[in-house]
């Protein structure tokens, strides 16, 4: 069907930067809004960033002047590229994207979770 994989994660320190990426495959028919999402240990899943198919874009208040979120729609690719990473950036990165996919039975738009990749900030 559908398949987000996340790449790019990793260890830095503090001030550093990484790039994420997340790749979309399968029947995908459009992608609609994507996004990145972080979950540090003991925490909720938060909003990092979002992006619309237009290019709207939308920031934690945390990351704003520090993170930058961008996707390639011919490519059906995300990503996140982390300036000036902080400790309290430390979390698993999640990729997420609304998008609308077919099989032989119709066509279907659901939200789908990549599985992660762990970003940890320390010196």
């Known amino acids: 069907q559908v398949q987000l994989v996340e790449s790019g994660g990793g260890l830095v320190q503090p001030g550093g930067s990484l790039r994420l990426s997340c790749a979309a495959s399968?029947?995908?028919?459009?992608?609609?809004?994507m996004g990145w999402y972080r979950q540090a240990p003991g925490k909720q899943r938060e909003l990092v960033a979002a992006i619309t198919s237009g290019g709207s874009t939308n920031y934690a208040d945390s990351v704003k002047g520090r993170f930058t979120i961008s996707r390639d729609n011919a490519k059906n690719k995300m990503y996140l590229q982390l300036n000036n990473l902080k400790q309290e950036d430390t979390a698993v990165y999640y990729c997420n994207a609304d998008l609308t996919y077919y099989k032989t039975s119709g066509a279907y738009t659901e939200e789908w979770w990549g599985q992660g990749t762990q970003v940890t900030v320390s010196s």
């Open positions: 399968g029947r995908i028919f459009s992608i609609n809004a």
